[in-house]
């Protein structure tokens, strides 16, 4: 079991996780369980960064991620929500591993910052992510299935091997294969997460430092803010609008159910 570097905080409840996401239904330590819980959580937890804008340093104490995203109804980035997804994996008797992952679609080489789940069942390993932003898949993608078109919903995603370890995932945006991150599956432990936590929440070169980016997911695409602009993706169809800083509360609370902090 790789999931014991993450310690339950006490005010992790399970039933109220389920609620907060939407879920219906028994779950259990099973693939159809595992599928259902992230679209769940993926279409009412918004990837969001308000704290870092607002000049605070993300924490990573779980008891304060599941007030954040639970009793506030927040949402977060990589860390917060793949953090609590990972307590409800550890509470329903899931086997996981945390990843380090490189986010590869910078123009120069960056560090492991991005968080990521590798989930076993039945001999079977799983990609899970609702933390990526943008580009993010939309449910467990099979380690084994390589160099194939994975298609979820309206987006297409790819996963590689780099090398004997590395593997790589691209998603197929604006006609062509564009790397996303790459990873490797040598087991981190929570701790091992805060050094990129302080550089995402304070370095000046982090975009979460520079400017708001918020995802929301939903069944046919989803919603980004990304500065002050405002794209909605439907379909596979784009629109983007750029709006002004007077409407950026009415925005958040339209598209992401969130005040500004």
């Known amino acids: 079991m790789h999931a014991a570097s993450l310690e339950l905080p006490a005010n992790f409840d399970l039933t109220a996780y389920l609620q907060r996401i939407g879920f219906s239904g028994t779950a259990g330590a099973d693939l159809a369980t595992l599928q259902s819980l992230m679209r769940c959580q993926l279409f009412s937890v918004p990837f969001e960064n308000l704290d870092v804008q607002a000049g605070k340093i993300v924490s990573l104490q779980p008891a304060d991620i599941v007030d954040k995203i639970v009793n506030q109804r927040r949402g977060g980035y990589c860390y917060e929500v793949n953090g609590i997804f990972a307590m409800a994996l550890q509470t329903l008797g899931f086997e996981f591993r945390m990843v380090a992952c490189r986010p590869m679609f910078y123009p120069v080489r960056r560090p492991k910052t991005h968080m990521a789940l590798v989930v076993h069942i039945d001999g079977k390993r799983w990609l899970c992510d609702l933390g990526f932003g943008s580009y993010g898949i939309r449910a467990p993608l099979d380690l084994d299935q390589l160099d194939d078109d994975i298609v979820q919903d309206y987006d297409r995603f790819r996963l590689s091997m780099s090398n004997d370890r590395e593997y790589l995932l691209q998603a197929w945006t604006d006609g062509q294969w564009v790397n996303q991150y790459g990873f490797d599956l040598y087991a981190q432990e ?3 997460f805060a050094p990129a936590n302080y550089l995402n929440s304070t370095h000046p070169d982090a975009v979460f430092v520079q400017k708001p980016l918020l995802v929301q997911h939903h069944s046919d695409g989803r919603t980004i ?31 992401f159910a969130l005040q500004p902090v």
């Open 190 to 192: 929570w701790i091992d």
């Open 225 to 255: 803010l990304f500065g002050n602009s405002l794209k909605q993706i439907r379909r596979g169809e784009t629109e983007q609008r750029q709006f002004d800083a007077e409407e950026y509360p009415a925005l958040l609370q339209q598209y």
